[in-house]
């Protein structure tokens, strides 16, 4: 890994359902990412400007693993 990672783990309340597939997370872990705009990619939190977040938002374990790929993959490309 060669960035600091900045993750944010908790628990989901009734309210969270992951981004990616829409899964019922109540009561699991979920990890909150960051979209960017500039890719429409989701970040670990703190790895977005400022002025390019949408906000965080709650993924399952699995699907934030797949949506870090995805970004980490896009950066590379565009040189970000
Ligand atoms: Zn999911």
Redesign the pocket.
């Known amino acids: 890994m060669s960035r600091k990672s900045n993750t944010w783990y908790r628990v989901a309340t009734i309210d969270d359902r992951?981004q990616?597939?829409g899964?019922d997370l109540y009561g699991h872990a979920i990890r909150m990412l960051e979209l960017d705009q500039r890719i429409d990619a989701y970040h670990d939190l703190g790895g977005v400007p400022e002025n390019q977040s949408q906000g965080a938002f709650p993924?399952?374990l699995?699907?934030a693993k797949k949506k870090l790929k995805q970004a980490e993959k896009l950066l590379d490309e565009l040189k970000l």
């Open positions: 992951c990616c597939c899964r993924f399952g699995a699907c």
